[in-house]
């Protein structure tokens, strides 16, 4: 399939989709949520594909929903239309997302990073929700992923007063996993999707499964989903094969059922 704003490979069995507006700094316009989607979903319909890494260009993951989009519209058409519509179907895919960040991840872009599984940064990352400065507020779930992410305290200095940290600020702060060295980036988080994408499929989709449930359900309720997923994984031929394997020394051949 052609898309008009991302470009999309799969290398392997990781799928790639990189955000392509150049000349917006990939800002999120509804075009690229629904490009996006479209991929993310195909990848995740696949079982060719065992993870999914979204990226951006060097300048920027993507500096926001597009302002000049949503500069004339109404609080109803905001909320009726399908303005963010696609958004909770990709933080829904079943498969684990890598975001791989250089640049600026501003405001939607920061709330797209944070919609996938792991946010691996460049040095030249810088991650924000200005929001603020437009007289608004985020509204792709950084007023809830990001408290979160990195607590209370430090979301809501961030949010209310709109400032940007670098990728040494988010790694601290536990937003971004590893910080490495822009040209290395890409490389990087090709490392990371392959390992992800080497494990079986369906042990993959029970743990992002239960890694949601933490962010989500209160623990005794989140305990209980994790001992029935981990219970259902006893009946895949991956986890005959993943055990035996460990008893005869050897890698396991996983065939992702
Ligand atoms: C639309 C954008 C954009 C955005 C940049 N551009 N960000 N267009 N929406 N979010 C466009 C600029 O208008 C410009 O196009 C081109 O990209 C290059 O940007 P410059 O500003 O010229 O680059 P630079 O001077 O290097 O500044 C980079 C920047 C700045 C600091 C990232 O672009 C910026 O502050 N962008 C907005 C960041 C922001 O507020 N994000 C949050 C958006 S609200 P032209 O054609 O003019 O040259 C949001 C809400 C999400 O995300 C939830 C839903 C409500």
Redesign the pocket.
Known sequence: TEYETILVRQEGRVGWITINRP???N?LNTQVMWDILSAAEAFDADEGVGCIVVTGSER?FA??????E?EAKSGLEMLMGDH?GGWPRFAAVRTPVVAAVSG?A????C?LAMMCDIILAADTAKFGQ??I??G?M???GGSQRLVRAIGYYKAAELILTGRLIDATEAERAGLVSRVVPADELLAEAGRVAETIASKSLPALYATKAALDAAMETPLAEGLRFERHVFAALFDTADQTEGMAAFREKREPRFEHR
Request: no cysteine; net charge negative; charged share 20%.
């Open positions: 000349d917006a700094l800002a920027a500096a926001g929903a597009d302002i000049k949503m963010f600026y501003l405001g939607g872009g709330e200005p929001e400065n437009l608004v985020p509204g792709m």
